[in-house]
């Protein structure tokens, strides 16, 4: 059925002015709302553009996939220092609050003060860890600016990184849909096994 669906795709032209658009889109949205698995997107957009005649088209998947997660967290970021500033926070800053453990924030308050704002790079490729360092930054009033300077080499190493997961599983499978099932499958184990883990361990320590 999957394999049908693929060859009824319309021509690679079309699948262009339509994905690059989408991907940024989602990208952004899952980088604000942070419920969307943006990693498995653009892997599945590194293995449709793998498969592509263009010589420039995984070049623009990383571009786009780059500047949406950027533009994404600079947005949350602003939102997030409307809330600290206000004297009844905002719903954004309590949306990022709920969703770093207690834990996690204080780990991450750790590395901010001991690497400064070059620990978003690494949050950006440890699952679950962007929200508890943008809390901490958030918290500790760190400049808008600062924190766009620091998040820059954090957005093109995650974009890079989940790039390449897209781009060996669209090598290793002949069909396009295999390496994006396969791309897929990986990323959403890396992003999400992790948590799984904690959970498990949480639940038999009790």
Request: proline share 5%; charged share 10%.
């Given at each position: 059925?999957?394999?049908?669906?693929?060859?009824?795709?319309?021509?690679?032209?079309?699948?262009?002015?339509?994905?690059?658009?989408?991907?940024?889109?989602?990208?952004?949205?899952?980088?604000?709302?942070?419920?969307?698995p943006t990693?498995?997107?653009?892997?599945?957009?590194?293995?449709?553009?793998?498969?592509?005649?263009?010589?420039?088209?995984?070049?623009i998947v990383f571009?786009?996939?780059?500047?949406?997660?950027?533009?994404?967290?600079?947005?949350?970021?602003?939102?997030?220092?409307?809330?600290?500033?206000?004297?009844?926070?905002?719903?954004?800053?309590?949306?990022?609050?709920d969703r770093a453990a207690p834990e996690r924030l204080a780990q991450a308050q750790q590395k901010l003060d001991e690497h400064g704002a070059m620990v978003l790079v690494l949050s950006r490729l440890i699952p679950a860890g962007r929200i508890p360092v943008m809390l901490a930054c958030l918290l500790g009033r760190m400049p808008l600016r600062r924190f766009a300077r620091g998040d820059v080499p954090a957005c093109l190493a995650w974009a890079a990184t989940y790039q390449l997961i897209g781009i060996l599983g669209g090598s290793l499978f002949p069909e396009p849909w295999q390496g994006m099932a396969a791309a897929v499958g990986l990323t959403l184990l890396i992003s999400g096994g992790p948590a799984a883990w904690r959970r498990m361990r949480a639940r038999f320590a009790h």
């Open positions: 059925m999957i394999q049908e669906v693929v060859r009824q795709l319309p021509p690679e032209s079309t699948q262009q002015a339509v994905g690059y658009p989408s991907l940024f889109l989602l990208v952004s949205l899952g980088s604000l709302v942070p419920v969307v990693g498995a997107l653009v892997s599945s957009a590194a293995v449709v553009a793998l498969h592509q005649s263009s010589p420039f088209a995984l070049l571009a786009v996939a780059s500047a949406a997660a950027f533009l994404g967290d600079i947005c949350l970021y602003w939102l997030g220092q409307r809330g600290v500033r206000s004297r009844n926070g905002s719903k954004w800053l309590r949306t990022i609050n």
